[in-house]
T-cell receptor
Framework: GAGVSQSPSNKVTEKGKDVELRCDPI?????LYWYRQSLGQGLEFLIY????????KSGLPSDRFSAERTGGSVSTLTIQRTQQEDSAVYLC?????????????FGSGTQLSVL | GENVEQHPSTLSVQEGDSAVIKCTYS??????FPWYKQELGKRPQLIID?????GEKKDQRIAVTLNKTAKHFSLHITETQPEDSAVYFC???????????FGKGTTLSVSS
């Protein structure tokens, strides 16, 4: 009965380095979202995966951001050539998306700090 | 794509008062509108949601109303308590019927 798991919980990197953030959704959940939350800001949509459909990448802020979801389960968000403005909490959420159940279950997030 | 505006950004009330948070959305085809509560240092959690086929939904002290014509929906909290203090986010499903788009949040402070 584990919830959504994200790793690492904290990541400090230098400007220009690449980082990978991992999300383990709840087993059986077909929908997976990535959001970014800057200090005191809202939940900025990044990317959405639903089953075997093509992901909705409309929220990715630049081509430095990419994500994949392997085997319909684990997802990795990659940020290349990190910039200071990438510093934020990256939240992953999964959802059953079955019929009327669209509740999002959030992970505890990865706090990314770019120095 | 979908755009969700939320106001006010901050709201301070006295314990026992009511609080109202309002959101507008841009895509008239949106049909699902949840509200999430995020307590300090914690992850967002769903507190109530409404679909476009109903105009109002209640759950104890919390209610949500939807006006499809005006494309706005509101969260109403009655008899507020200090534990209601948190950031509240509204959301709407976007044009593609896939991603959930959130507003920027309202920080509610309930003082006793």
């Amino acid at each position: 009965g584990a919830g959504v798991s994200q790793s690492p919980s904290n990541k400090v990197t230098e400007k220009g380095k690449d980082v990978e953030l991992r999300c383990d959704p709840i087993s059986g959940h077909t929908a997976l979202y990535w959001y970014r939350q800057s200090l005191g800001q809202g939940l900025e949509f990044l990317i959405y995966f639903q089953g075997n459909s093509a992901p909705d990448k409309s929220g990715l802020p630049s081509d430095r951001f990419s994500a994949e979801r392997t085997g319909g389960s684990v997802s990795t968000l990659t940020i290349q050539r990190t910039q200071q403005e990438d510093s934020a909490v990256y939240l992953c959420a999964s959802s059953p998306r079955d019929g009327s159940n669209e509740k999002l279950f959030f992970g505890s997030g990865t706090q990314l700090s770019v120095l | 794509g979908e755009n969700v505006e939320q106001h006010p950004s901050t709201l301070s009330v006295q314990e026992g008062d009511s609080a109202v948070i309002k959101c507008t959305y841009s895509d008239s085809a949106s049909n699902y509108f949840p509200w999430y509560k995020q307590e300090l240092g914690k992850r967002p959690q769903l507190i109530i949601d409404i679909r476009s086929n109903v105009g109002e939904k209640k759950d104890q002290r919390i209610a949500v109303t939807l006006n499809k014509t005006a494309k706005h929906f509101s969260l109403h909290i009655t008899e507020t308590q200090p534990e209601d203090s948190a950031v509240y986010f509204c959301a709407a499903r976007n044009q593609a019927g896939t991603a959930l788009i959130f507003g920027k949040g309202t920080t509610l402070s309930v003082s006793s």
